[in-house]
């Protein structure tokens, strides 16, 4: 009899090989068999893996037509269908040593198990939107490498500038801080170009603000790409750095930018009460609008040189270790900080980067304002130079040293790797 016999009947669903069994029953051969009946049926599913070795698949399994009702009946009355094995356990390699398991209840690595477990529990992220894009430009029209730094241009402001604004917001960079080098025959004692309106800064924020309304531009507030001396400030015939005579032009200067349309003025020459005074000066050209970002942890550091190469802005004599900060001093930042909120500054800065992230926490753990770093020209150099010796993985260690600044607690980042970071964050090829 047709009930007496076992059906045995391979069947193809999908990219899946199945073989079905039914044990005997007197509705054997309906269209769909009644889970209501008394005798028991027995559901087996093996499952191969043909059609998936190939990488191949030929679409979704179909579904058997039970409806949820029989589904549950047929589990109720012991036909479980079959699932995979409970895998092996994974073997050790050969001489590994029996040891019982360490009696301890929080083992850390169970949350980094999977990429999925630690996308999910990664506490620090990073984004286009926290990068700020430092540019050299220059008057001439051509692009012109800078030797130290691979990769890096003294832009013409009329074309290549535009040209690296444009790939810049492409992969979300939307901010950039502008580093003028100015021709040697206008820089003087004073600084004077610092504040012509008509200069190349000012020139070039009404050139991008035209082109690009919402572009968000930073403007570097000092007179060392303007003084024939090199220094952040003017230089009295006995080589000190004069204070209050300097945070006057330095006032100049900032009212210049705000009125070509800055966004954010960057006072980076470390003159004492300088944030105040420059507030205090916008303000009164009806530029409450505009905000600061001071340099408030800058320190007299050694990995600025490729920078100074960029804008020929080298001190002609001495050092800058009178205004700028002791590298070995940790609790003077607080001093900085505390006279810079004091005096009104908007974003707090530390400069250099990497090497101060130590400070870059002091500032985010006292400070409720923005915090910014500065990835400075000789961390850039050396991580280039490192990549191109195939020391390291350049794009790797971008992007690891970029996080830490965040981790450290800067809200922004400036960096020249802006551009390569954020097509790299965007899945571009460099």
């Avoid at 800067?410 to 899945?427: E, S």
Wanted: aromatic letters at 6%; charged letters at 25%.
């Amino acid at each position: 009899m047709a009930s007496a016999a076992m059906l045995n009947a391979p069947c193809n669903i999908g990219a899946l090989k199945f073989e079905v069994k039914l044990k005997p029953s007197p509705n054997l051969f309906c269209a769909r068999p009644s889970v209501k009946l008394n005798q028991r049926r027995v559901l087996t599913i093996r499952a191969s893996k043909e059609g998936h070795d190939n990488g191949s698949s030929s679409g979704p399994l179909r579904k058997m037509g039970l409806t949820d009702e029989e589904c549950e009946a047929a589990v109720v009355a012991g036909n479980v269908p079959e699932a995979p094995p409970v895998p092996p356990k994974p073997v050790a390699p050969a001489g590994t040593p029996l040891v019982s398991s360490l009696p301890i209840n929080r083992r850390p690595r169970r949350n980094r198990r999977s990429s999925v477990a630690r996308a999910a529990f990664q506490e620090t992220n990073i984004s286009p939107a926290n990068l700020v894009y430092p540019l050299f430009i220059h008057e001439g029209e051509e692009d012109t490498p800078i030797g130290a730094m691979p990769g890096c241009y003294r832009l013409g402001w009329r074309h290549g500038l535009v040209e690296e604004v444009a790939k810049a917001r492409d992969v979300g960079v939307n901010s950039i801080v502008l580093f003028p080098k100015v021709p040697d025959a206008l820089k003087t004692s004073t600084g004077d170009e610092a504040y012509n309106d008509n200069g190349l800064v000012p020139r070039t924020i009404r050139l991008l603000k035209d082109k690009y309304p919402d572009l968000v531009i930073y403007t570097d507030v000092a007179l060392d790409p303007y003084s024939s001396d090199g220094h952040d400030g003017i230089v009295r015939e006995d080589g000190v750095i004069m204070n209050d005579e300097t945070v006057h032009q330095l006032c100049k200067q900032a009212v210049a930018q705000a009125r070509a349309g800055a966004d954010v003025v960057s006072p980076s020459d470390m003159m004492d009460g300088r944030v105040g005074a420059i507030r205090a000066a916008l303000d009164a050209e009806g530029f409450q609008h505009v905000s600061i970002m001071s340099y408030t942890a800058k320190y007299a550091s050694s990995f600025y040189g490729p920078f100074r190469e960029a804008l020929d802005s080298n001190p002609r004599f001495g050092d800058k270790k009178t205004y700028q900060m002791n590298p070995a001093n940790y609790r003077e930042a607080l001093v900085e900080l505390q006279a810079d909120e004091s005096e009104g500054a908007d974003i707090l800065l530390v400069k250099p980067g990497l090497p101060y992230l130590d400070i870059i926490r002091l500032l985010r753990d006292k400070s409720p304002l923005p915090i910014a770093a500065y990835q400075v020209s000789g961390e850039y150099s050396m991580i280039k130079a490192g990549g191109v010796l195939k020391m390291i993985d350049e794009e790797r260690v971008m992007m690891e040293s970029l996080m830490c600044l965040r981790r450290a607690g800067a809200d922004i980042i400036l960096t020249y790797f802006a551009l390569q970071a954020g097509r790299c964050m965007c899945g571009e090829k460099r």
